[in-house]
T-cell receptor
Framework: GAVVSQHPSWVICKSGTSVKIECRSL??????MFWYRQFPKQSLMLMAT?????????EQGVEKDKFLINHASLTLSTLTVTSAHPEDSSFYIC????????????FGQGTRLTVV | AQSVTQPDIHITVSEGASLELRCNYS??????LFWYVQSPGQGLQLLLK??????LVQGIKGFEAEFKRSQSSFNLRKPSVHWSDAAEYFC????????????FGQGTELSVKP
């Protein structure tokens, strides 16, 4: 099956610094990638949808300038948390879809971000 | 707008017992439905999906789900639960009028008693 690799699996950073999370589709080209945030014991909250070569579409309430998303190629999307604060600590998960009309999305293993 | 409801936040079953996790959706057309499982600190793994055709779909790990349009439900079942099935389970629907994103239910945490 299709594999999505997310890196790093966990990261600890200091307040005020930026951290980048990568999401790669290993054996397929992903025209659409999604970024989610998940709080403990809660469901996944969609942050943004990114299509290769175009700007990401952010969900209401998500700060575009804090959560920078780049989908530079058909196999790579990145989420950069800028000027991170402790409240940004969370579990971030990406998923990728092969084509815009496709139905199935494949998920990465997630990244645990801790801001100290 | 589309929505997914998982009425049970937490379910505990004995190992070897049968399991049914409930999922209700709200969607005008024929929905594309999924069940995912998530172990602690991990991403989501697809258990099964329904797009069309046979309303009883088989998935991995012995799971199955039945699509019932009249009840707007897509309940997940397993005849005999194993201790390794303890995890969080999410039902989801594709929202094509919202850019094709997945709408997730709140999740059901499954605990398995020895």
């Amino acid at each position: 099956g299709a594999v999505v690799s997310q890196h790093p699996s966990w990261v600890i950073c200091k307040s005020g610094t930026s951290v980048k999370i990568e999401c790669r589709s290993l054996d397929f080209q992903a025209t659409t990638m999604f970024w989610y945030r998940q709080f403990p014991k809660q469901s996944l909250m969609l942050m943004a949808t990114s299509n290769e070569g175009s700007k990401a579409t952010y969900e209401q309430g998500v700060e575009k300038d804090k959560f920078l998303i780049n989908h530079a190629s058909l196999t790579l999307s990145t989420l950069t948390v800028t000027s991170a604060h402790p409240e940004d600590s969370s579990f971030y998960i990406c998923s990728a879809r092969i084509d815009p009309t496709g139905t199935e999305a494949f998920f990465g293993q997630g990244t645990r971000l801790t801001v100290v | 707008a589309q929505s997914v409801t998982q009425p049970d936040i937490h379910i505990t079953v004995s190992e070897g017992a049968s399991l049914e996790l409930r999922c209700n959706y709200s969607y005008g057309a024929t929905p594309y439905l999924f069940w995912y499982v998530q172990s602690p600190g991990q991403g989501l793994q697809l258990l099964l999906k329904y797009f069309s055709g046979d309303t009883l779909v088989q998935g991995i790990k012995g799971f199955e789900a039945e699509f019932k349009r009249s009840q707007s439900s897509f309940n997940l079942r397993k005849p005999s639960v194993h201790w390794s099935d303890a995890a969080e389970y999410f039902c989801a629907v594709v929202a094509y009028n919202q850019g094709g994103k997945l709408i997730f239910g709140q999740g059901t945490e499954l605990s398995v008693k020895p």
